[in-house]
């Protein structure tokens, strides 16, 4: 179905299931949406390993979203939802996810504003970045003003990167964790 590049089809373990198990110890709460999930990824592996928390893995794309229909009766994942939807045009109404994961969909400050009213109290964003964005983002970290950090604090989350060695890549992968700071 042409649902991952034919060049990932050796590396589909390092660079793909165990790239997406790597965030498991920084999920918190029980729910949790994978925005722009493409093939399933990360939503689907987390799932099969975490039965106690229910996955909504979102896509605008029809195409991925039945294929994940056709794998999740396979693998009969009693904690998957899915849906078919462009947040940007279709946003949720009523729901709060306690994590929001986003793997290849943007950068944590851009994709910010778009999932943070779909936050818990207490919630965070983890976006997955490939160490080629890492590099780029290390430079403009050491140049980081005074006023980025205001910008974090005005748009109500702090951030963190954390590194991530993945068996089987070369390069590092990180993740970067956006919490959310509500207000009491």
């Not at 983890?126 to 950090?149: L, N, W």
Request: charged content about 25%; aromatic content about 6%.
């Amino acid at each position: 179905m042409n649902l991952i590049s034919r060049r990932d089809i050796n590396r589909l373990l390092p660079r793909h299931l165990l790239d997406s198990l790597s965030v498991l110890p920084y999920l918190t709460g029980t729910s949790v949406l994978d925005v722009g999930t493409g093939p399933g990824l990360p939503g689907m592996p987390l799932a099969i390993v975490d039965p106690n928390r229910t996955y909504t893995l979102c896509d605008r794309m029809a195409k991925r979203i039945r294929f994940l229909h056709m794998a999740s009766r396979e693998l009969q994942t009693s904690n998957v939802n899915l849906e078919e939807r462009n947040l940007a045009k279709d946003p949720f109404v009523d729901q709060r996810f306690d994590t929001i994961l986003a793997r290849g969909v943007a950068s944590g400050p851009l994709l910010w504003p778009m999932v943070e009213p779909y936050l818990a109290k207490g919630g965070r964003v983890i976006v997955f970045e490939s160490a080629q964005v890492e590099v780029v983002e290390e430079t403009a970290e050491s140049e980081k003003t005074p006023e980025d950090t205001l910008d974090e604090i005005e748009l109500g989350y702090s951030s963190e990167k954390i590194s991530c060695l993945i068996p089987g890549l070369e390069q590092p992968h990180f993740l970067c964790i956006l919490q959310r700071k509500d207000k009491d």
